[in-house]
């Protein structure tokens, strides 16, 4: 008799365990797929505009396209126009640059959820050619000492870096979105005049082997992450 109060208490434990587990399988978010081509999106960055308000020493007019597959893919291209005015402080030297850069790449958008936040990673390719300006007045022959100044304008210089970008974008309203990120660059070749190189690479930023940047971007997004319900579709038919 115990031996049958046991069978029957091991057996009433595993049926609702199997039915605990088939309820949780029901009742498990079903993240819906979202189409193969879910639309277009066009870009601007707000940050250059405003380094120019403040007087940076460098800023950029920058803006971008993008496609969106499944709405986690995301092909990019970037075109901008970067400048730098640099006076220096302890000396009298000035550098001038104003030329366009390009970058093209691919952002993965790592929110499995299609709710219009999305947690984005990239990379990107840029690329710059450009002329550069150098002036000082103060400059004196090495050999002779006639302080006669010095100035170079329109050295040529071209540059190609690999950027790597982490960022985020919210929904605003409607197909207005506001996406903002961080970039990781380091340089990839450079070639400049034999006088120097220059203070500015145009969508680089601050000349260096590697350096930090970033944007924030007003996104205008046309398309749909939804595929339309065919029980719906049916309904309608009817």
């Given at each position: 008799?115990?031996?049958?109060?046991?069978?029957?208490?091991?057996?009433?434990?595993?049926?609702?365990?199997?039915?605990?587990?088939?309820?949780?399988?029901?009742?498990?978010?079903v993240i819906?797929?979202?189409?193969?081509?879910?639309?277009?999106?066009?870009?601007?960055?707000?940050?250059?505009?405003?380094?120019?308000?403040?007087?940076?020493?460098?800023?950029?007019?920058?803006?971008?396209?993008?496609?969106?597959?499944?709405?986690?893919?995301?092909?990019?291209?970037?075109?901008?126009?970067?400048?730098?005015?640099?006076?220096?402080?302890?000396?009298?030297?000035?550098?001038?640059?104003r030329?366009?850069?390009?970058?093209?790449?691919?952002?993965?958008?790592?929110?499995?959820?299609?709710?219009?936040?999305?947690?984005?990673?990239?990379?990107?390719?840029?690329?710059?050619?450009?002329?550069?300006?150098?002036?000082?007045?103060?400059?004196?022959?090495?050999?002779?000492?006639?302080?006669?100044?010095?100035t170079?304008?329109?050295?040529?210089?071209?540059?190609?870096?690999?950027?790597?970008?982490?960022?985020?974008?919210?929904?605003?309203?409607?197909f207005?979105?506001?996406?903002?990120?961080?970039?990781?660059?380091?340089?990839?070749?450079?070639?400049?005049?034999?006088?120097?190189?220059?203070?500015?690479?145009?969508?680089?930023?601050?000349?260096?082997?590697?350096?930090?940047?970033?944007?924030?971007?007003?996104?205008?997004?046309?398309?749909?992450?939804?595929?339309?319900?065919?029980?719906?579709?049916?309904?309608?038919?009817?």
């Amino acid at each position: 008799m115990e031996r049958w109060s046991t069978s029957r208490f091991i057996c009433t434990w595993l049926i609702s365990l199997l039915c605990g587990v088939s309820m949780a399988k029901e009742h498990k978010e079903v993240i819906p797929k979202a189409p193969f081509f879910c639309g277009v999106a066009v870009q601007a960055d707000l940050v250059g505009p405003a380094m120019k308000l403040v007087g940076s020493r460098f800023d950029q007019m920058e803006v971008g396209g993008r496609l969106n597959f499944r709405d986690h893919y995301f092909p990019i291209c970037e075109l901008g126009i970067g400048e730098s005015d640099r006076e220096g402080q302890e000396t009298n030297n000035k550098f001038h640059t104003r030329a366009p850069y390009f970058r093209v790449g691919m952002d993965y958008n790592f929110n499995k959820k299609h709710n219009g936040n999305r947690l984005m990673g990239g990379l990107r390719y840029g690329f710059s050619g450009f002329k550069y300006d150098f002036s000082d007045p103060d400059f004196a022959d090495p050999v002779w000492g006639v302080g006669n100044g010095l100035t170079l304008d329109g050295q040529k210089g071209r540059a190609q870096w690999l950027e790597v970008v982490v960022g985020c974008e919210a929904k605003l309203w409607l197909f207005i979105r506001l996406g903002w990120n961080i970039r990781f660059k380091a340089r990839l070749h450079q070639s400049v005049s034999d006088y120097g190189e220059p203070y500015y690479v145009p969508g680089f930023g601050k000349n260096g082997s590697t350096t930090f940047g970033g944007t924030v971007n007003l996104i205008f997004d046309v398309g749909r992450t939804t595929k339309k319900s065919k029980t719906k579709l049916n309904e309608l038919v009817q």
